[in-house]
């Protein structure tokens, strides 16, 4: 193995901007205020789910350039993904704008695939600008990889809540406060997990074994870092993180927090936290770059953490293949810890 | 719209090796001999369908290390995806490879979303050898995106045949006869074909869009080429790009060809041809390149096209958003025409 999975975005890429919509349960949580649109149902105007999902990333892209002041003809590529076969929701967004676009695929590890895919782009003087979307829908999700939500099927303490929510991101070689640096891509990890409700298990080994790599790279410590900021652990998932990481380094602290864990409040009933690829995405585009402009985190690491299961392989008896890939972000015009 | 999404490769990108494996339908076709591995029934030693099509990828990149001696640890990055809802071929196939890995969504567009990438990173200095796979199965899309295949549904004479192959190629910075030049990211076009057995006719707009965009950006015309190859319109597919050319350009002739229509004979009853991720990816790491290094064409441009639809998204009586992206390559050492 190789130490060339690390890239460094030469030319500087910054983050230019940020959309996210969210569903009602997620804007009643810690991260409501952050949210540009709160839904006030799982489906809104839109006759299916799958089509509110879509309206999600179309409101969010349409926020995302209207913030940015920028029409489709200005940015040069549209990367993103979502959840649902065949990227269904991502392809009726991509649809109504005239960008090119590149459909992407590591489950709840698609935020940061984009990220990273589109910094390589403009930090190697291809492109200019770049918006990444992804999303997630509590009842798309949930009916194609477990259960008909109309069952009502009680569902164990250590599930997770896919969120309701989608987030874009504007990356730009025009100067801002907030810089990319560098990016890890992931290995696909799998450590034996078989149970669908069990995510946080499946994706904690991804997880570790990328953020061991990148701070390899960067020759790097968690001390380092002000925040590293997994995707959708959960509760579980991130204490199983910490346990694994615990064997490898030293300050494996509360510097490391979780999408998951945040988007929720205790009361919320959504036992180990949240998950889906829009629980980072909307994090990472709404509350996230808005922190760390007004100081509070300098240097922070993203961590991506998809589990790359299917209701084929599921249902086959497969086990559970995990993925994840980091993202280093900095505030300009300050020296770095 | 800008012309930035035509990358250049600045550093020079090489075709490394390539490896096909096929079913036994394509096996007996024009492209059988170009074929690294023919499996003698569409379920191998595995147990479903589906495993059997990790099978071929995995049986495919293993074959392309093997001919290019190289191991894991040598190969910088993994790009590619599959038909099957979240990728699940795929990543059963990426788990087995200790080689980082990044999933792509383009449906049938996909091989060509991952030589775009993978010549991006390598053009860019990020990664020296990256390795691209795409696949598909007849039986396990048949049953996915239209009808149980044991049905024994009738299928109309505009329909094509889910080609069985899985293919990967070793795209390189070491100099090599057949060298990736540029490429051109596509938009999503709907020109609102709604049957899901027409996918030539939903797919031609979107590669007719690309190909106009690359040669607008190469300043080129089609004299220019050798060969413009269309990965799987099909026969009908292929007369409508042609139609939808016509109006434009010169030189609309038979040096447009389409991997659907090479894939099988006439006698062998596929209709409008062959289609799926696995058919332009099994000609372009199969037939292409061996006839580019005997000097049979010298200036190609590969054109991937891709159907962006779901069950979800048929079943929801949406139209069929399509999408293409290009690659152009040319052997070295002799002057471009």
């Given at each position: 193995m190789n130490g060339r999975a690390t890239f460094h975005f030469q030319i500087p890429v910054y983050f230019g901007g940020g959309a996210a919509v969210a569903g009602p349960k997620e804007g009643q949580g810690p991260m409501g205020p952050f949210f540009d649109l709160i839904y006030d149902s799982l489906q809104s105007a839109e006759d299916s789910w799958e089509k509110t999902e879509t309206a999600m990333q179309r409101d969010a892209l349409a926020k995302l350039l209207e913030k940015a002041a920028l029409t489709d003809g200005s940015v040069d590529l549209l990367l993103g993904g979502d959840l649902i076969n065949q990227l269904t929701v991502t392809n009726f967004a991509a649809v109504e704008r005239d960008?090119?676009?590149?459909?992407?695929?590591?489950?709840?590890?698609?935020?940061?695939?984009?990220?990273?895919?589109?910094?390589?782009?403009?930090?190697?003087?291809?492109?200019?600008?770049?918006?990444?979307?992804?999303?997630?829908?509590?009842?798309?999700?949930?009916?194609?990889?477990?259960?008909?939500?109309?069952?009502?099927?009680?569902?164990?303490?250590?599930?997770?809540?896919?969120?309701?929510?989608?987030?874009?991101?504007?990356?730009?070689?025009?100067?801002?406060p907030v810089r990319l640096i560098s990016g890890t891509v992931g290995r696909v990890?799998?450590?034996?997990?078989?149970?669908?409700?069990?995510?946080?298990?499946?994706?904690?080994?991804?997880?570790?074994?990328?953020?061991?790599?990148?701070?390899?790279?960067?020759?790097?410590?968690?001390?380092?870092?002000?925040?590293?900021?997994?995707?959708?652990?959960?509760?579980?998932?991130?204490?199983?993180?910490?346990?694994?990481?615990?064997?490898?380094?030293?300050?494996?602290?509360?510097?490391?927090?979780?999408?998951?864990?945040?988007?929720?409040?205790?009361?919320?009933?959504?036992?180990?936290?949240?998950?889906?690829?829009g629980c980072s995405a909307s994090v990472w585009s709404g509350y996230l770059p808005r922190a760390m402009i007004r100081g509070q985190y300098r240097r922070v690491l993203l961590v991506g953490t998809g589990a790359l299961l299917s209701a084929v392989s599921?249902?086959?008896?497969?086990?559970?293949?995990?993925?994840?890939?980091?993202?280093?972000?900095?505030?300009?015009?300050?020296?770095?810890?």
């Open positions: 960008i090119p676009f590149l459909g992407l695929y590591n489950a709840c590890a698609t935020m940061a695939e984009g990220l990273l895919l589109a910094s390589s782009l403009i930090g190697a003087g291809f492109i200019a600008d770049a918006a990444v979307v992804a999303s997630s829908h509590n009842a798309t999700s949930e009916r194609q990889f477990r259960f008909p939500t109309e069952l009502g099927n009680q569902r164990p303490s250590w599930s997770q809540w896919t969120v309701t929510a989608a987030g874009a991101a504007l990356l730009t070689n025009r100067p801002g990890v799998d450590y034996g997990v078989k149970d669908a409700n069990d995510m946080g298990a499946a994706m904690a080994p991804a997880a570790a074994d990328t953020i061991l790599r990148h701070l390899r790279a960067e020759k790097a410590s968690p001390a380092d870092y002000d925040l590293i900021l997994t995707g959708d652990l959960g509760r579980r998932g991130r204490r199983l993180l910490l346990a694994l990481l615990e064997k490898e380094l030293a300050d494996v602290d509360e510097r490391f927090q979780d999408c998951g864990v945040w988007m929720f409040k205790e009361n919320q009933d959504v036992y180990a936290g949240g998950s889906g690829a599921v249902g086959q008896g497969a086990s559970i293949p995990a993925i994840a890939h980091a993202v280093e972000l900095r505030t300009e015009g300050k020296e770095a810890r």
